[in-house]
């Protein structure tokens, strides 16, 4: 077993993400060292308003390789955040904390200490501020990552989009043959080399039924060619099949991955079958990165009713890999 620590980002600090962390505590006893990086006077601030008690062990990031960690405390490299701790608006005002604690957990990751990382979600609109189409985005450029894929995994079935969190009307332009080929590919190894197999992938089409009334069918000019050349490199893929039958009981029966052309083609019926269990992998990046399969849900932000199983499931997964 690798007991190697994980790295845990707070992310958005005006979210439920502290709450899950507390849950998931006493969900179950973790092996691997947790290590959460955030602001102190937060973490001290949500644990009083939502009446969990543990002790914190304040850790210097630059001694982490000396330190024998444990999970009888809460183990946190502190963040300086000066903000009102007051439950507040999701803004740009976090900005600055987010990236802190990313920057911290990328120095410690090029260390060589782990290769283990969650982060709490975030918001899109504001820390993102469409220079980047979502967290997978920023990490892959802030690493340098060539390509990189968004894997939404659960044992049973998990799902790839080709294309993130881009408009419908950009969708089409962005489905090309090397970006259906560099993301399967990722899927594939990642799969090989993680988990010990060579997974059953089915592709989706674009278009309803896998037709279209217009002149130019990229199903099957651009989607059944990649499916094709993947084929001749003895990746297991089939396709493309119409979105609408393929997550039907019978149909998904020994799938491993199913590849959607766009975002909430693929995710929202595994959210369906799934709720919240499952995670979100990112693919193609020097390290495994992973966040629970949920945003901030600052609505719910103090009232104790969120759902921890996603992140559970996140430690769980690091712990086996």
């Given at each position: ?5 994980i ?9 439920v ?11 179950k006893k973790f ?22 008690k ?40 976090s ?19 782990t ?30 990552a ?26 089409t332009?962005?489905?090309?043959k ?8 990722l899927?594939?190894?990642f ?33 059944k060619p ?8 003895k ?23 199913i ?7 693929v995710?929202?019926p595994?959210k369906t079958?799934?709720?919240y ?34 992140l ?10």
């Open positions: 077993m690798n007991y190697k620590p790295l845990i980002v707070h992310g958005e600090p005006n979210s993400f502290l709450e899950i962390f507390f849950k998931s505590l006493r969900f092996k691997n060292p947790l290590m959460l990086i955030c602001s102190q006077k937060i973490l001290k601030f949500q644990m009083k308003k939502l009446k969990f543990m002790d914190i062990r304040i850790i210097n990031p630059l001694l982490l390789d000396k330190i024998k960690l444990d999970n009888k405390m809460i183990n946190v490299i502190d963040v300086n955040y000066n903000k009102d701790l007051t439950f507040q608006k999701i803004s740009n005002k900005n600055q904390y987010i990236k802190d604690c990313f920057k911290i957990s990328f120095k410690i990751l090029k260390s060589g200490v290769n283990k990382l969650i982060n709490g979600p975030i918001s899109k609109t504001s820390f993102l501020n469409k220079k980047f189409l979502g967290i997978t985005e920023y990490l892959a450029k802030k690493t340098k060539k390509q990189n894929a968004m894997l939404i995994y659960n044992k049973r079935l998990s799902v790839c989009p080709i294309t993130t969190h881009l408009p419908l009307k950009s969708v332009r962005n489905i090309t090397k970006n259906i080929i560099d993301k399967i590919s899927v594939d190894s799969y090989k080399n993680h988990l010990g197999f060579k997974p059953k992938i089915v592709v989706l089409g674009l278009n309803p039924h896998c037709e279209s009334v217009d002149n130019f069918n990229e199903d099957e000019k651009i989607i990649a499916i094709k050349y993947l084929s001749n490199r990746i297991i893929v089939k396709g493309p099949y119409s979105a609408d039958t393929a997550f039907l009981k019978k149909n998904r029966k020994n799938i491993d991955v590849i959607g052309m766009y975002h909430d083609q995710l929202t595994v079958l799934f709720e269990d499952a995670i979100n992998i990112t693919l193609g990046l020097p390290f495994i990165r992973i966040s629970p399969d949920h945003g901030p849900n600052q609505k719910m932000l103090g009232q104790n009713k969120s759902n921890p199983l996603s559970v499931r996140a430690i769980e997964f690091l712990e086996k890999n």
